[in-house]
């Protein structure tokens, strides 16, 4: 597959997403953390990778130090190194870690963006506030479908069930538990994982050889290249 172009970028018009602050709680506190952290990118945080994947990454939110300082998903943060080494070594990333915007790394074949584009209190978006950004997750996910997409990798409880929400289907008929698989009623997989924080995986709730198996499960169904 060409790589295309692979700055940030978001099908809803890139502007809108940037200056966005339907969510009062959430565009304060960017405020208070600009002025603290005046080189942070401190704004909503848009999808990342390849523009045609048959994969599709939900993460949660932006973490402080990661993707709100650096404006790239899972980006300069802990949640990221398990992420990009997994991805690196299925094939599906050009190096085993991300770190900035100009790192030069490439996805292949998949994308990655968030439940939430804007950094949460204490890293915890308020169900009001994931209902409110699903029209962005919504917009990613109709043209992902578009262009071909195959299957959604949902990490984390939250991340799944917006996902649901933003294909407009029912919660309960998909319960999230790590490892499940989906088919949803479009034709799209919806894979779970927990979420690669560093919760999780200091308290071995999720191990790295837990997440390769939901991502070589992945790359099998959808016959990406390893």
Known sequence: MTILHQKACNPTPAS???????CTRLAEFLDTVRIQYPDYHAKPVPAFGDLSPKLLIIGLAPGMHGANRTGRPFTGDFAGILLYQTLYKFGLASHCESISVDDDLRLLNCRITNAVKCLPPANKPQPSEVRQCNVYLSAEIAEFAAHGGQGILALGNV??????MAQGYKIKDFPFSHGAIHSLPNGLRLYDSYHCSRYNTQTKRLTAEMFEQVIARVCADLALPT
């Open 16 to 22: 809108f997403l940037e200056k966005c602050r339907q």
């Open 159 to 164: 991340a799944h069930q917006a996902g649901l």
